[in-house]
């Protein structure tokens, strides 16, 4: 029997050496921010689901001083993770040309942002208005 033992290349965390790759990997830790407030929704989802009595438990459960707290630390996680979206976003799309020119990445970015700023309020008011 061979006493050799494979090789195991040691992990230093070269990527924190690079600006880029420690922002690649924060953006994509934020993702796990997103999926969990997702699967809070779908818990509600659900307790509606299942009647007034659950989705009045749900409500009391999200009410609590650590989800309210939890959400804060969320909705900052999301909001970040959906800015550094739309900084990708002109990367990964085809050359925009509008008038013979080619759209810059910042206006690629802003009008991004832009929309996702004007739809969140439009639902916003839609839904104080169904509340009201």
């Known amino acids: 029997m061979n006493a050799r033992r494979p090789y195991k290349r040691p992990m230093p965390g070269w990527w924190r050496k690079n ?11 934020t993702a796990c921010f997103v999926a969990a407030y997702a699967f809070i929704l779908l818990a509600g989802l659900v307790c509606l689901a299942m009647g007034e009595q659950s ?10 001083p650590m ?7 969320m909705l900052v996680a999301i909001a970040y993770h959906s800015y550094t979206w739309f900084r990708i976003m002109p990367k990964t799309l085809p050359p925009i ?11 690629i970015t802003g009008g991004g942002l832009a929309a996702a700023a004007v739809t969140s309020l439009l639902m916003l008011g839609l839904a104080w208005g169904a509340l009201s």
């Open 67 to 73: 989800a309210v707290l939890a959400h804060l630390i």
């Open 97 to 107: 040309v509008i008038g013979g020119k080619r759209m810059s990445p910042a206006a």
């Open 55 to 64: 989705w009045n438990a749900w409500l009391a459960q999200v009410r609590s």
């Open 19 to 29: 600006p880029f790759f420690v922002e690649y990997v924060i953006h994509e830790a």
